[in-house]
């Protein structure tokens, strides 16, 4: 018989999900949900329910290997770990002589939501080295930012809570497709009576099962957020209490808003006067209500001031105050665990360099790797990532992974596009394989997963392979020999109330808990009496950051720019990929491939559904297969707009072209994201 083992997802994911698999004679034989678990709820998205084929695939990587052929060609040799470790104990020795430690620059993000294999000893390894230190940006940083700045925490309402409002706002949040157990909670409240509502440029799966659907121009959310809160105070629909006791800028805010009347907001939007009006009287009076915000409005130009806007307006109308109302973009400021313990920053000091090292921001590594000097980049390590992939401005980037005097090491489960330019390639556990703790970004649940299954071949953990390169370069201290659960314990070493009471031993036994954010059976009301983060101890409007210019790369921006590229481009996450992460299978590789078109901008292109087209601005160019609906079917965008789903794998595509050719490594007005859909580009069919 086999037996049922605990796990926990991964993937970079709101959902964290508690997993429950069958395990005989050692290997996985089937994968679901945990029921017990308050959010998971006994089921999968479609992506994870097949992870054990990831686990099990013949592709998979397991053992150290040194390239053998050009950079890029993907081909290699088989080596032992001990020649891998010297190989690489020497690039990055011998970076240190010739230019210093900052010469050295680790690559990695979301590809496991876990503590220590995301930041733990590889973080510890960088800071003793006197590495560049890495600014991690690339998702959701402006967003971040922004919530930050209004509420001082990054809490939100709790997903449990939706089936108790009336009115749910999904604002740039494909919710079905990529934060799908939430669905099940919002389902309960649209049996009471609840009205779902979306705005987004993209008609998605989301806005596709919606009450109502806003197709709002990309980049022009502060302007709705601006709209909705002028016609709120024009028509006294605050709630003036709240705003009296707990809110900071009210009188700049409100002055802000009064320039913002339907009509102007309309033009700057494409949303008609009287929906503003409409959906402005309905937040404000169908309470509770709650917004599940998302990071899409926020990789724009004026992402993180849109964020800031869009957070305001549950201060406005007092929606904190009771279970089902309020805010969801992130609940991981709750996760107050000692992250500095985990990840000593204090070993920078006994560096080289014997100070921080500097800040290499990962949204323009293509520049890094091309110009930044003094010193350039001379050695790259890259793991949690697939840049060659996801990052913007990729030909740049590309370019960069080409030199011959670049030193690229990289730790994956699979041979990416990255890989394929890495001198030396390591294999990579799965989540299944190693021990990890997971917080969570969209519910409030801490929970621990041991291994399952045994690794394949040689693959080591990011722990493991950090802790082995520092024996190698001789780092001494003790913190480099620390088992997992030692650093776990330093984790959750924390005397924050929030963790009171979680020890190892109890997540052990129960596998999830959750964090101390109200008394067991009551709702966490973050904001419902003030409690606000901010130095004032309030929500903080900040009118002077959020007057609206629509981005440069916008049909209302740059006029130049729009003449040569009059199309805005969204290239949004696909509903069954995760990032790059599962794109080796072919049914998604095959989603990544199309471009979808309004027939208005179609026709007098002369495309027609199913031709091959070549979308092109100035950085670059890719071919997709135009995707462009007959009647009765529904455009998946308004016109002027194209969305090409995301991420392909390059390598995968005939000419190795890839949509992020095409996006910026310009950045957010605060926070220092990505402005992956401030975007204009042009179409033309290809030559037949």
């Known amino acids: 018989m086999p037996a049922t083992r605990h796990s926990v997802c991964a993937l970079d994911c709101p959902d964290a999900c508690s997993l429950l698999i069958d395990v005989e004679d050692g290997k996985g034989s089937r994968l679901r949900g945990d029921p017990d678990h308050p959010v998971t709820r006994g089921f999968l998205c479609a992506k994870v329910a097949r992870y054990l084929e990831r686990e099990y695939s013949a592709d998979r990587l397991l053992y150290p290997q040194r390239r053998v052929g050009a950079k890029g060609e993907g081909r290699f040799t088989r080596i032992s770990w001990d020649e891998a470790l010297d190989r690489i104990a020497e690039a990055l020795h011998s970076a240190s002589r010739a230019f210093g430690p900052e010469s050295v620059l680790p690559y990695s993000y979301g590809g496991t939501m876990g503590y220590l294999q995301g930041a733990g000893m590889d973080r510890r390894f960088f800071h003793r080295l006197g590495a560049s230190r890495l600014d991690r940006t690339i998702c959701a940083s402006a967003g971040a930012a922004a919530l930050t700045s209004t509420l001082g925490v990054k809490y939100g309402t709790e997903p449990e809570q939706f089936a108790h409002s009336r009115l749910i706002i999904a604002w740039g949040a494909n919710i079905h497709g990529t934060n799908v157990h ?8 649209r049996r009471r009576g609840a009205r779902l509502y979306v705005i987004d440029p993209v008609r998605t799966r989301t806005a596709g099962l919606a009450d109502r659907h806003f197709a709002i121009y990309p980049g022009s959310d502060l302007a709705l957020a601006l709209g909705l809160a002028h016609v709120i105070f024009a028509e006294r ?4 209490g709240y705003l009296e006791q707990y809110v900071e800028g009210v009188s700049g805010f409100r002055q802000l808003a009064a320039s913002y009347p339907p009509e102007r907001v309309e033009s700057l939007t494409g949303i008609p006067r009287q929906d503003i009006v409409d959906l402005a009287r309905e937040y404000a009076t169908l309470q509770p209500a709650v917004i599940r915000l998302n990071y899409g409005l926020q990789r724009s130009e004026r992402g993180g001031a849109a964020v800031r806007a869009i957070a ?5 109308t007092g929606s904190w105050r009771t279970p089902g109302g309020g805010l969801h973009l992130s609940t991981s400021g709750a996760f107050r665990l000692d992250t500095n313990g985990l990840e000593m920053p204090e070993l920078q000091f006994q560096s080289p360099l014997g100070r921080p090292a500097r800040l290499v921001n990962m949204v323009q590594l293509g ?9 350039p980049i001379s050695t790259l390590v890259v793991y949690n990532s697939n840049p060659a992939a996801v990052a913007p401005n990729l030909n740049l980037v590309r370019r960069g992974l080409h030199r011959d005097d670049l030193f690229t090491v990289v730790l994956d489960q699979f041979q990416t596009d990255t890989a394929d330019f890495a001198d030396i390639l390591l294999p990579a556990t799965t989540f299944l394989e190693h021990t ?14 041991r291994p399952v299954v045994p690794a394949p071949g040689e693959a080591r953990s990011n722990t493991d392979i950090f802790r082995l390169l520092a024996r190698r370069m001789g780092f001494s201290e003790p913190c480099f020999e620390e088992s997992e659960d030692s650093m776990i314990a330093r984790l959750l070493a924390s005397d924050h109330p929030f963790l009171s009471g979680i020890t190892i031993e109890r997540l052990d036994a129960e596998h999830s808990v959750r964090l101390n954010v109200s008394p067991p059976g009551e709702p966490f009301l973050p904001f419902a009496h003030g409690g606000f983060g901010t130095p004032s101890g309030k929500c903080e409007l900040g009118a002077e950051t959020l007057s609206y210019s629509p981005p440069s ?11 040569s590229f009059p199309l805005e481009l969204i290239s949004s996450k696909n509903d069954d990929s995760m990032n790059s ?7 998604l590789d095959r989603q990544t491939t199309v471009l979808h078109m309004h027939p208005d901008d179609a026709l007098p292109r002369s495309i027609r559904d199913g031709d091959l087209v070549r979308v092109f601005n100035s950085r670059g160019s890719c071919r997709l297969t135009a995707s462009v609906p007959g009647p009765p079917a529904a455009p998946a965008v308004r016109s002027g707009v194209v969305r090409a789903p995301s991420t392909r794998w390059p390598k995968l595509a005939p000419h190795r072209e890839h949509v992020n050719a095409l996006t910026s490594d310009n950045l957010t007005d605060i926070g220092g994201g990505a402005v992956f859909y401030s975007c ?9």
């Open 367 to 375: 520049r890094a790797l091309t110009s930044l000097d003094s010193p």
């Open 312 to 316: 305001a307006l549950p201060a406005l």
């Open 237 to 240: 629909l605050e709630d003036a």
């Open 680 to 688: 204009l580009v042009e179409v033309e069919k290809c030559g037949d």
């Open 182 to 189: 939430l669905w099940p909670f919002i389902v309960d409240a």
């Open 436 to 449: 990890d703790l997971y917080y969570s970004y969209g519910h409030y649940h801490l929970q621990l997963a």
């Open 553 to 563: 790369e916008s049909r209302l921006g740059d006029a130049a720019l729009v003449r």
């Open 581 to 587: 992460t599962f794109g080796y299978r072919p049914e």
